[in-house]
């Protein structure tokens, strides 16, 4: 059974940070595509950060460029955000998504509808 299980969400001060983590069982991460999408209250999921299978591609939207990193440990099947400099606009749930034959691409966000494995959710909440 393919599953994402995500983790390292929770309250952060503005100007924090943190770094989910997007971990795999069931399957070999390093052989697909790793987007990172959140979806804030009464907003749409958003794409926010892609990594090719490869580790070559990459792609951030423009609310992540400057601030987060994608990156992914293949000893551990699991792939990484960090998020730094984080505001309250932040503030969403974060869904780690694969797919084998996606490609990410800078100029191209990733849509969810592109993606049929998916993680439960992990909460970031970024407030004083």
């Known amino acids: 059974q393919l599953q994402l299980v995500e983790s390292g969400g929770g309250l952060v001060e503005p100007g924090g940070s943190l770094r989910l983590s997007c971990a795999a069982s069931g399957f070999r991460l390093d052989y697909y595509c790793v987007v990172w999408f959140r979806q804030a209250p009464g907003k749409e999921r958003e794409g926010i950060s892609c990594l090719s299978s490869t580790g070559d591609s990459t792609h951030y939207g423009d609310s992540a460029k400057g601030r987060f990193a994608i990156s992914r440990d293949n000893a551990k099947n699991t792939v990484y955000l960090q998020m730094n400099s984080l505001k309250p606009e932040d503030t969403a749930v974060y869904y780690c998504?694969?797919?084998?034959?996606?490609?990410?691409?800078?100029?191209?966000?990733?849509?969810?509808?592109?993606?049929?494995?998916w993680g439960q959710g992990t909460q970031v909440t970024v407030s004083s």
């Open positions: 998504a694969a797919d084998m034959d996606y490609y990410c691409s800078d100029d191209v966000s990733p849509d969810a509808a592109d993606f049929g494995t």
